[in-house]
């Protein structure tokens, strides 16, 4: 069930108070391609969508500002996943707590339906309990707790407990820019983009993750995707739906 969208939707700009945060970003190269990578702890990252007058932010410098007039910085963004027209998150969408679009079961066209998809969910702030998983539209999506918790759901998945998702073929040629998201053996959440002018095939880009010790990641979203780490200015973007925030 949808809840109204009638509440503030800005908690998750001070549902926590994160300090002194370090974004790290890694040049990975696999399969003779160049990836932007960043691990974070799961406790520090924000999920968003719609400011407080429920409009959606679509754009990076949008959701800056929000942080900035909170006298928050926000140290690292990255667009959530596919979305519909006006920038409505396609599944599942779960902010502090609150569920404001229910998982999406229906059939269709497009990377987002090539089941299995998956679930992406964690608990936000530094005294959340540890709670990060994915999982796959096969599996019976676990209760989600209902303080802090953020979810999105995307898709398809890129790995499944180790393995690449069956529909992919090594050397494919349908080869495109790539973000997506993985959970490495440590329990942090890896970030992964292709480089400016890389493109990448489903089948490289699982085995990247599976490069960088991850049992189960998922694909966000193509050619539109960015990524900013320690942005010192407003960050023009493409418009997106939800998307992923660090703010100190």
């Not at 990060?132 to 999506?141: G, N, Q, S, W």
């Not at 440590?186 to 599976?210: C, E, H, M, R």
Request: glycine residues 10%.
């Amino acid at each position: 069930m949808i809840r109204p969208l009638m509440a503030t939707l800005t908690s998750w700009i001070v549902a926590s108070h994160v300090s002194a945060v370090e974004i790290k970003e890694e040049s990975v190269s696999h399969a003779g391609v160049r990836f932007r990578v960043v691990r974070l702890e799961h406790a520090s990252l924000q999920l968003v969508w719609k400011d407080d007058k429920g409009t959606p932010y679509r754009t990076f410098d949008k959701v800056q500002a929000a942080c900035g007039a909170r006298g928050r910085k926000v140290k690292f963004i990255m667009n959530a996943g596919i979305f519909e027209p006006g920038g409505v998150p396609s599944g599942l969408y779960v902010e502090a707590g609150r569920e404001w679009l229910p998982l999406n079961k229906r059939k269709g066209e497009g990377n987002f339906y090539l089941h299995p998809g998956g679930v992406f969910s964690w608990s936000i702030g530094s005294a959340a309990p540890s709670f990060i998983r994915m999982t796959t539209m096969d599996e019976a999506l676990p209760p989600l707790p209902s303080k802090d918790c953020m979810a999105i759901q995307a898709g398809p998945m890129l790995l499944i407990d180790g393995k690449r998702h069956s529909a992919f073929k090594e050397g494919s040629t349908n080869r495109l820019h790539r973000n997506g998201v993985g959970i490495d053996g440590n329990g942090k959440v890896v970030f992964a983009i292709t480089s400016p002018g890389q493109t990448v095939n489903f089948w490289d880009f699982a085995g990247l993750f599976l490069k960088l010790g991850c049992g189960r990641a998922l694909f966000l979203d193509g050619d539109i995707s960015q990524m900013e780490v320690n942005p010192t200015a407003p960050t023009e973007s493409n418009m997106f739906g939800a998307m992923f925030v660090v703010a100190e």
